[in-house]
């Protein structure tokens, strides 16, 4: 199959597949546009329809996996705008990154989990992955997922 674009370049070299978008879980849709904008819904880290593990992270989830399913949900996040632009080589920024992180009481490495995240998009779009974030520890997360993100994208 020929490469399409220089992101998909980009992905092959990585050895990065973007999956179909996920379905919704709930009465939502998987990304919106408004104006220049891409806004996901939360993205949990499903791999072909299933989470590849459930729990609070420092609990029964190492922050090591739950930083390896960060980088699924970032997969999950770029399936979702190309659902509604079309094409990922319209993203000219990554804007914001908001992590959820569900974590045992005793957890506070919620940051070193996002950056799972964060290190990807940077691998992916180089200066255009540098972005503001958050990354927030919860109770409890849909479907007892460890993990989910939302993510702003700039396209053109």
Not at 125 to 133: D, L, P, Q, W
């Amino acid at each position: 199959m020929p490469i399409s674009s220089a992101l998909d370049a980009r992905l092959e070299e990585l050895g990065i597949e973007i999956p179909s978008v996920a379905k919704p879980v709930a009465s939502y849709v998987p990304a919106v546009i408004s104006g220049n904008l891409v806004f996901t819904s939360g993205q949990l880290p499903f791999v072909e329809g299933v989470l590849p593990e459930t729990g609070k992270v420092g609990g029964g989830v190492s922050a090591a996996s739950a930083n390896d399913l960060a980088r699924t949900c970032v997969l999950n996040g770029l399936a979702a705008a190309k659902s509604v632009i079309g094409s990922l080589d319209r993203i000219t920024r990554v804007v914001k990154v908001v992590g959820f992180v569900a974590s045992d009481p005793s957890f506070t490495g919620q940051p070193a989990v996002i950056n799972g995240a964060s290190d990807l998009l940077g691998e992916i779009f180089g200066e255009a992955g540098v972005h503001a974030r958050s990354a927030v520890g919860i109770a409890v997360l849909p479907l007892d997922s460890p993990v989910e993100i939302e993510f702003v994208f700039e396209f053109a």
